[in-house]
Structure formats: C-alpha cells, structure tokens
C-alpha cells in the first residue's frame, strides 16, 4: 500500500527509513509494533529499529542529511488558519538546483527522517501491508 511520507506512522517511517539506508529490516508484531535488523545487515547489529524516537539511531542520519532543521517560530504559528502541531519542526536538504527536499514534523527526528525520506524514495512509498 502506498502511504504519503508525510502522514507516516512511527512504524512506518522506521520501514522507509531502513529501506532508503537499504538496511533490511524484519516486521515483528508481538504486542509493540517494531521493526528489528536482520543479522548481519550491511555490517549492522541485530535489534530494534527505530530511528523516529531513538536519537542514536535517527540522529547521525539528521546530523550528515539535513541541512536546515529547525522549530517554526511562533509568529509561522500565529499566522496559520488552523495551526497543526504536526507541522510544529521543519527539515530541509539542498540537494542541488534541481534536487529541494522539505519535511514537516511533530518532532525534530520526525520532521528530519521524512525529509532524508522523500530525498531518497519520493512524497509516497510503498510499504508493507502489515504496517498499515
């Protein structure tokens, strides 16, 4: 099913994430949603994936990605019709003249994964039924 990289779940952009790294992830669902690296992935350990909340994981992608990420100010805030707090962090990579990418987010890692995303994958992505 495709899912708008802007509306992704955690689980989910946890999925797209890995796959725009190209690290294999395995889906696990015994009562909390993961995703978990395959063993031997890309020279990678074997465990939980979850870069949306894991700042060791999702913040080195952020740190060599994105090239602006920062909190709207309070008069972007003001002037929105209806404020929406998932739109509350925004990321930026300036890929090239051609090559803009722009992600929006409730938190920094949020807002900075689904930029690396889109640049990487595009607005949509494919993702696995079980994840939606």
């Known amino acids: 099913m495709k899912v708008k ?66 909190k709207r100010s309070k008069a972007e805030e003001a002037s929105l019709a209806h404020p929406n707090p998932n739109f509350k962090f925004k990321a930026e990579i300036f890929a090239d003249i051609d090559g ?9 890692l949020i807002a900075g994964l689904r930029c690396f995303v889109v640049s990487r994958l595009g607005e949509t992505v494919e993702v696995p039924e079980e994840l939606t």
């Not at 803009?100 to 920094?108: D, V």
């Open 5 to 70: 990289v802007s509306e992704a779940t955690n689980i989910q952009l946890n999925w797209m994430v890995a796959k725009a790294q190209g690290i294999e992830v395995i889906y696990h669902d015994d009562g909390i949603t993961r995703c978990v690296m395959r063993k031997g992935a890309r020279g990678q350990y074997a465990g939980r994936f979850n870069p949306t909340t894991d700042w060791s994981q999702g913040g080195p992608i952020i740190e060599t990605k994105i090239d602006c990420l920062r």
């Open 100 to 108: 803009y990418f722009c992600a929006f987010g409730p938190t920094p």
